[in-house]
């Protein structure tokens, strides 16, 4: 007789209290490598002489010390890409039970479909993140469906961030992204899929192949100031009129996350020669648009600097770069020298 999945998460925490907590390495029956761990050789980010020394905070979550290395670092060892085979196991309300291991692949408060289902098989999509911020949805769980839809039903869990574009790229990527929040599933599978392997890297090609042949690249080549305006998490550039009056003065195309369709973005991000832009989940719409041997500039506040885009951008052969605001109580000011001596470095 089978227990209702209700009933998971007690189960759980009493096998916890007998045996203590387990890992999904120790809870599957069989760990698959997709890809190898590999080391890579990274180009080198670009930033004037200084701005390191201006960063304060990084988000929550990160430390100083390791996005100090994403950014100075030349060599990586990317950690391999696995697929975890686990029995019996049920997904209930933002994390995956299987005995003594309790595994989050979202946040329970999000969760929206109240049914059931009963699978003989099935792989994660989602992933904690990925379920909370779109640029993660878009640059990670995206990817990892490519791996889940092999595996049997794809689950995926319900996402808290609003957004008008994440069901357009469903179907783009032809992706069925329909909510599964609670399931009893006899062999599951979920991955390790957070490095950018060369598996990663070429499942994010052929989305980009998917994205180009929607919006086929035409000349000439663009420059580009992508604007956040108030979407996501309020972050105001105290100077954004400057900025954006003197690249347009030099043939800056300017986009508006917020005004510009989709479709707009993506057609002008196609032929893009360099970005400018805020730094924020929006601009992981480069991901798959941006040509080999482009540049993105990214505006880092000072006190929640992040690297993170420096992976997706590595694998496209997008150079990365950055200018460091100052910190201005709820806003920031970037120098416009700092970013156009920076531009000069990208180009």
């Known amino acids: 007789m089978k227990l209702s999945p209700f009933a998971a998460p007690l189960l759980r925490n009493a096998r916890r209290l007998i045996g203590g907590p387990a890992a999904l390495a120790e809870t599957a029956f069989e760990c698959e490598t997709l890809c190898p761990g590999e080391d890579v050789e990274l180009s080198p980010s670009i930033f004037l002489p200084g701005q390191i020394e201006k960063i304060t905070g990084v988000p929550v979550g990160s430390s100083l010390q390791s996005q100090f290395e994403q950014v100075l670092r030349h ?9 975890f085979h686990i029995k019996n196991a049920t997904v209930f309300d933002g994390a995956v039970y299987a005995g ?3 595994h989050l692949i979202g946040d329970k408060r999000a969760s929206s479909n109240r049914r059931v289902f009963d699978l003989e098989t099935g792989a994660v999509c989602s992933s904690w993140s990925g379920t909370k911020h779109f640029g993660h949805w878009l640059s990670d769980d995206a990817l990892t469906y490519l791996l889940a839809k092999n595996y049997g039903t794809t ?4 996402q808290s961030f609003p957004s ?3 069901p357009i790229y469903e179907g783009y990527f032809d992706q069925d992204w329909s909510v599964i929040d609670r399931a009893a599933v006899e062999h599951l599978v979920v991955f390790q899929d957070h490095a950018q392997t060369s ?3 070429k499942r994010q090609l052929e989305l980009k192949s998917r994205i180009e042949r929607l919006f086929p690249p035409r000349e000439p080549r663009q420059h580009i100031y992508l604007k956040r ?3 996501g998490v309020l972050r105001t550039v105290d100077n954004e009129h400057e900025i954006i009056d ?7 195309t300017i986009l508006d996350i917020k005004t510009d369709s989709l479709e707009k973005i993506l057609t002008h991000l196609v032929v893009a020669k360099i970005v ?3 730094e924020g989940s929006h601009n992981v719409h480069g991901c798959y648009t941006l040509p080999a041997g482009s540049a993105m500039l990214f505006l880092e506040p000072a006190n929640r600097f992040t690297a993170t885009q420096r992976g997706w951008a590595e694998n496209i052969g997008v150079k990365f770069g950055f200018v460091v605001g100052d910190n201005r109580g709820d806003r920031e000011h970037y120098p416009l020298n700092d970013i156009l001596k920076t531009i000069d470095l990208l180009m």
């Open 229 to 231: 305006n108030d979407t």
């Open 100 to 102: 003594r291991m309790k």
């Open 199 to 201: 598996l990663k890297k």
């Open 155 to 158: 689950i995926c869990y319900s």
């Open 246 to 252: 003197e690249l347009s003065r030099r043939g800056f």
């Open 75 to 83: 060599r990586v060892r990317h950690a391999p890409t696995l697929a």
């Open 276 to 278: 400018v832009s805020l």
């Open 164 to 166: 008008d574009h994440k």
